[in-house]
């Protein structure tokens, strides 16, 4: 979350998932997040209003093709699938443009959408903000890097890792907005690939350009030092970027 000096304030997020979290305390906040959220459900049947909640309730629960408690999980997931991924690409990918000013010129500068969306995608893959959310179940025996994985075994994969692999592309740690990236794994791969990537585009293609734009002078308040990253959370990012302009 970026927060303003000298036009001041601090804004913190303090209602996303904690990634070092209890599995108790994880179940504790999920159940009263879904309690809140099946509440908003039953309120927006009685008091309908131009909203996605509102829309799932008469377009499919109303037919009988979503229960209550399914519209209420949509919600969740696309608070946390849709809301706290990009907000959170958004927050560090000014820290990194603020960070690389002759990158950044690159997107204020530009009128042309295709330098802007290649951009975008480098920006996806060199902060690759999915960590630890990419599981999947071996469904046969299978050997990987010399290692044996059975059927039914559970394996993690490292987004961060796989986007820095000099296999893939040159000079991996460096971010070069210039570059083709395409083919880089920030929206995971396969059948489970983000289900909102296209979504996620559009809205740091518009976001990223506009902050440069409107903000010339947009600079990091604070010495690097002093930002707080979220180590800590499932979606990695900073907890709060004090900017001045
Ligand atoms: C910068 C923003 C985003 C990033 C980096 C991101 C990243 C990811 C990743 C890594 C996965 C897991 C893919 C896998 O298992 O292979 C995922 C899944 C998913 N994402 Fe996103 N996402 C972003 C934005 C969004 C948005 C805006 C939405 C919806 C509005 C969304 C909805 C979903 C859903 C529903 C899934 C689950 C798909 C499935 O399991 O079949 N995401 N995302």
């Known amino acids: 979350m970026i927060c303003a000096r000298p036009a001041s304030g601090s804004v913190r997020r303090s209602t996303a998932p904690r990634a070092d979290a209890s599995p108790q305390d994880k179940a504790q906040a999920s159940g009263a997040l879904f309690g809140y959220l099946l509440g908003l459900v039953e309120h927006k049947e009685r008091q309908p209003g131009d909203d996605l909640i509102s829309r799932l309730l008469t377009e499919r629960v109303a037919k009988g093709e979503l229960s209550r408690e399914e519209a209420a999980m949509n919600g969740m997931i696309l608070l946390f699938a849709g809301h706290e991924t990009t907000a959170n690409m958004i927050g560090l990918g000014t820290l990194a443009l603020l960070r690389h000013p002759d990158q950044a010129a690159r997107i204020r500068d530009t009128d042309d959408p295709a330098v802007v969306a290649n951009a975008v995608e480098e920006l996806l893959r060199y902060l690759s903000i999915a ?102 959370m499932s979606a990695y990012g900073v907890h709060e970027l004090p900017a001045a302009w």
């Open 131 to 232: 960590r630890d959310m990419i599981v999947r179940v071996a469904t046969e025996d299978l050997t990987i890097g010399g290692q044996l994985i059975r059927a039914g075994e559970a394996v993690t994969v490292n987004l961060p890792a796989a986007n820095r692999d000099t296999a893939f592309l040159d000079q991996p740690d460096t971010v070069d907005l210039g570059r083709n990236t395409r083919g880089h794994l920030a929206f995971g791969y396969g059948i489970h690939q983000c289900l909102g990537q296209n979504l996620a585009r559009v809205e740091l293609q518009v976001a990223l350009p506009a902050l440069l734009r409107r903000l010339p002078g947009l600079r990091l308040a604070v010495p690097l030092e002093d930002v707080k990253f979220r180590h800590d």
